[in-house]
């Protein structure tokens, strides 16, 4: 068991340019979940999987933010168009149980 | 809607002094609580969990928690810290399946 692992671990991008981010949770977890870390705060929900299925989104989670499972395994995570606001460290999380949630490194993301 | 109130933002101790972190939250209906760490340049982890039961809930590296319905709190305590506990503490609560809604973290500060 390698836990969660993300890739890559750093994105520095200019505004405007599209960027995509990988989630590889734990293999025999079945949820998936995406949150938003910016400096000082703790994180913010963005989006969860159960197997494939996106059950819920944040309001957080712009028309810019997409994320898929296909096949119930890996996630990724896309923003187009990026603005500075979305500077931020994206963490992902997978479980089993619902309420014990483990963490993946993180990507941390600057947009320039 | 929920939230959760880390009062502190960094608090400074001297090794092998004990130490409490704040936590308040606040919920119209029953929640689930919990305590992550994130120790410098690695992600977050669950330190621990109450989910219902004994409202007095420990970690296996000598923290303990204590849920107060009354209080509406969730503080985490140990009696004796060490230079290895310096990490950033992060509250969290949930109700449902999937959300967690955190505070802004507690840097914990060891001074030797």
């Known amino acids: 068991d390698t836990g969660v692992s993300q890739d890559p671990r750093h994105k520095i991008t200019k505004r405007g340019q599209n960027v995509t981010f990988r989630c590889d949770p734990i293999s025999e977890h079945n949820r998936l979940y995406w949150y938003r870390q910016t400096l000082g705060q703790g994180p913010e929900f963005l989006t969860y999987?159960?197997?494939?299925?996106?059950?819920?989104k944040s309001r957080l989670l712009s028309d810019r933010f997409s994320a898929e499972r296909p096949k119930g395994s890996f996630s990724t995570l896309e923003i187009q168009r990026t603005e500075q606001g979305d500077s931020a460290m994206y963490l992902c999380?997978?479980?089993?149980?619902?309420?014990?949630?483990?963490f993946g490194p993180g990507t941390r993301l600057t947009v320039t | 809607a929920q939230s959760v109130t880390q009062l502190d933002s960094q608090v400074p101790v001297f090794e092998e002094a004990p130490v409490e972190l704040r936590c308040n939250y606040s919920s119209s209906v029953s929640v689930y609580l919990f305590w992550y760490v994130q120790y410098p340049n690695q992600g977050l982890q669950l330190l621990l969990k109450?989910?219902?039961?004994s409202t007095l809930v420990e970690s296996i590296n000598g923290f303990e928690a204590e849920f107060n319905k009354s209080q509406t709190s969730f503080h985490l305590r140990k009696p004796s810290v060490h230079i290895s506990d310096t990490a950033e503490y992060f509250c969290a609560v949930t109700h449902s399946n999937y959300q967690l809604i955190w505070g802004a973290g507690t840097k914990l500060i060891i001074k030797p």
């Open positions: 109450y989910l219902s039961g």
């Open positions: 999380a997978s479980s089993l149980v619902v309420h014990e949630q483990y």
């Open positions: 999987f159960q197997n494939e299925a996106q059950l819920e």
